[in-house]
């Protein structure tokens, strides 16, 4: 079983900054590649980042490109997200979320919310 307990979230003012936090527990196979999502309100859950093991391997929401940065430190049993020039269009429930490839995202965190305002 995997956990994941994401934390890091808050209000910005646009232009601003945060980092996302996400610890997770259980077999590393199991959360061999991890992502983010976001949800924001009244809309679908979609894909912000994702990584693999080794870190080596990253994709990107367009919507996000250059802005943010997803990286892990295993050691850490951690992933994050780094989020630059954040934008209102940016305020989201962000979710962490583990599995075995990108297509099999198994395990989901409890979210953690980020507003921004203009």
């Known amino acids: 079983q995997v956990l994941l307990v994401e934390s890091g979230g808050g209000s910005v003012q646009a232009g601003g900054s945060l980092r996302l936090s996400c610890v997770a527990s259980?077999?590393?196979?199991?959360?061999?590649?991890m992502a983010w999502f976001r949800q924001p309100p009244g809309k679908e859950r979609e894909l912000v980042a994702s990584?693999?093991?080794?870190?080596?391997?990253?994709s990107y929401a367009d919507s996000v490109k250059g802005r943010f940065t997803i990286s892990r430190d295993n050691a850490k049993n951690t992933l994050y997200l780094q989020m630059n020039s954040l934008q209102s269009e940016d305020t989201a429930v962000y979710y962490c979320?583990?599995?075995?490839?990108?297509?099999?995202?198994?395990?989901w965190g409890q979210g953690t919310q980020v507003t921004v305002s203009s």
């Open positions: 259980g077999p590393p196979f199991s959360r061999s590649t």
């Open positions: 979320a583990a599995g075995t490839t990108r297509a099999t995202l198994n395990y």
């Open positions: 990584i693999t093991w080794g870190g080596t391997s990253t």
